[in-house]
């Protein structure tokens, strides 16, 4: 079996609104990149203070990992959840090995995710609004996709854990904000500076 009986349209409705707001994050992340290239002196308009701020991201190294800059990715990759998404909804069935790459593809996002996350804390010392949004949407998206994968084409043991693991998965995604907002915390003192 690799597809369950019905749709799964929560996911589908979740893989549009994500890829849409995570498209949005790094549009907005390459516009002001383009606004620092062709003005240098200027100043991001998501720069509010020292921590939290995202022209020291997209400036530095970690900025344009690949040789381009990072958003980039994301304007690119933010489309497939959107097309998926659509196409669920629209009576699409996806075959096992396109769900695995779709699957290695998400899998990808939340480790790159993952990495810019430290270094912005531990590296860069600040906290980028619009990679925050991208944080927030790519995390769920990569643990909804998996869950599914493992519910419909995993080992059969995995199937039913998976599936009831998947009510949880709002909370799943809380607790791990909860976990880079204490990161954070320890590390950049986020609170005494904001306040």
């Known amino acids: ?15 549009v609104i994500a890829g849409v707001v995570g498209w949005w994050a790094a549009y907005s992340l390459t516009m002001e990149r383009f606004h620092l290239l062709m003005d240098p002196t200027a100043t991001a308009s998501c720069d509010f203070n020292p921590l939290v701020q995202c022209g020291k ?4 190294w970690q900025g344009s990992v690949f040789g381009f800059p990072n958003p980039i990715l994301g304007l690119s990759g933010w489309i497939a959840p959107i097309v998926v998404g659509v196409a669920i909804l629209a009576g699409a069935r996806f075959a096992r090995w396109f769900w695995l790459l779709f699957l290695a ?8 995710v993952v990495w810019l996350i430290g270094q912005s804390i531990f590296v860069i ?7 925050m949004v991208t944080w927030v949407v790519t995390i769920p998206s990569f643990y909804a996709v998996l869950l599914h994968v493992i519910r419909t084409a995993g080992p059969s043991r995995w199937r039913r854990g998976a599936g009831a693991v998947m009510g949880w998965l709002p909370l799943l995604a809380i607790v791990s904000y909860a976990v880079i907002a204490v990161i954070a915390e320890v590390r950049l003192d ?6």
């Open 105 to 112: 593809g998400m899998t990808f996002a939340f480790g790159f």
């Open 57 to 60: 991201n997209l400036e530095s």
């Open 190 to 195: 986020v609170l005494d500076q904001l306040f």
């Open 125 to 131: 010392g600040t906290l980028c609004p619009w990679c």
């Open 1 to 15: 079996m690799t597809q369950p009986r019905t749709r799964p349209v929560a996911l589908a409705v979740w893989l």
